[in-house]
């Protein structure tokens, strides 16, 4: 009788526990509280940040922590300032912009964690009819420009490296339509590589670029910027962040149809034969970028030095800062 008691209180005790790690498994099976960040882009959503919402459906972002915030952005100098104010946490933007930032009176709080674009995507381009393949070929023509774009700043330092005699040149205000070249208005215009030239190819047209690139203009674009703040006081956070965008555009650039799918699926009015071309020339254009032995997004003394001459003589910026201010490979990984 002894024994059967003893066998039941064992049997109670037993039953107990087991109602107690039912009680509490869920506390245990949580995943860790996810941190809330914003994330703005540079522009308005493209086929080019789909490495971000692919990084977003994927979990890339939730398995560090991080609930991911995107918000579409207004240009890069925009981008520049949401960080300084501390509206936005982390911004995509043209590497131009957050040196001039940074070199402003009073200075944009903003550092550079990485840089994607290692060049300009600029070009002049020309439907092939018109025979400019060299610089010399723009005199007598009519070019279109867009004189508050970055493009068209990178033209300027273009055309005084190659000694381009300007009055020769017929530079047109344009509005940025693609019609100005099918209507013969101008015979070439200023723009970015991935835009307006790939479009046309896809349409069937034949074009002529000049890569400004080709011509020893430096510049680095697209990036990944954060605020001084964040950067000193949450360095956590800031590993977790660039951890996650650079396994999202790893994962991108190696499964571009996965992530054009998804992107897609978040903005199906998006063209998606254009969409499909211009996030394989993105995937393209980095990877051609990145340097032997460096991680994705690896940045260098030389590439920024030749920025800020860049924009020094452009009359951009009128001072230059030491660069270790303004960017940092700390949080890149191999």
């Known amino acids: 009788m002894t024994t059967l008691w003893k066998n039941k209180n064992l049997l109670a005790d037993l039953l107990m526990c087991f109602l107690l790690i039912l009680g509490t498994g869920n506390s245990y099976a949580k995943p860790p509280e996810l941190t809330k960040v914003r994330l703005m882009l540079d522009w308005k959503p493209g086929a080019e940040p789909a490495f971000l919402y692919l990084g977003q459906e994927k979990g890339f972002f939730k398995k560090n922590g991080i609930d991911i915030e995107i918000v579409h ?16 946490d982390f911004a995509l933007c043209a590497g131009e912009s957050a040196l001039q930032g940074r070199s402003s009176e009073p200075s944009r709080l903003i550092k550079v964690l990485a840089v994607f674009y290692p060049n300009t995507p600029t070009s002049i381009y020309s439907l092939a009819a018109k025979n400019i393949k060299n610089p010399m070929d723009l005199y007598e023509r009519k070019v279109g420009v867009m004189k508050g774009s970055s493009a068209y700043k990178q033209y300027l330092a273009f055309s005084e490296k190659e000694s381009l005699d300007k009055n020769k040149i017929v530079e047109i205000a344009s509005a940025g339509s693609i019609q100005e070249i099918l209507s013969g208005d101008l015979d070439a215009m200023v723009h970015f590589s991935f835009q307006h030239p790939l479009q046309l190819r896809l349409k069937g047209y034949e074009v002529n670029e000049i890569m400004l690139k080709d011509y020893g203009i430096k510049v680095y ?7 001084d703040d964040i950067l000193k006081k949450r360095k956590d956070l800031v590993k977790r962040v660039v951890k996650s965008i650079t396994t999202s555009l790893k994962y991108s650039m190696e499964h571009s149809q996965e992530a054009l799918d998804i992107f897609l699926k978040s903005f199906p009015e998006q063209d998606k034969e254009y969409s ?22 690896y940045q260098d003394e030389a590439g920024w030095r030749a920025t800020q001459d860049y924009l020094m003589q452009a009359g951009l910026i009128n001072n230059r800062i030491p660069l270790d201010d303004l960017y940092t490979n700390e949080f890149l990984i191999k």
Do not use: R
């Open 221 to 227: 674009g697209q990036g990944l910027i954060t605020n």
């Open 276 to 297: 499909k071309a211009k996030l394989e020339w993105v995937n393209s254009f980095i990877k051609d970028g990145i340097q032997k032995g460096k991680p994705l997004g």
């Open 73 to 88: 952005g207004q240009g890069s100098s925009y981008s520049v300032n949401m960080v300084d104010s501390k509206n936005v």
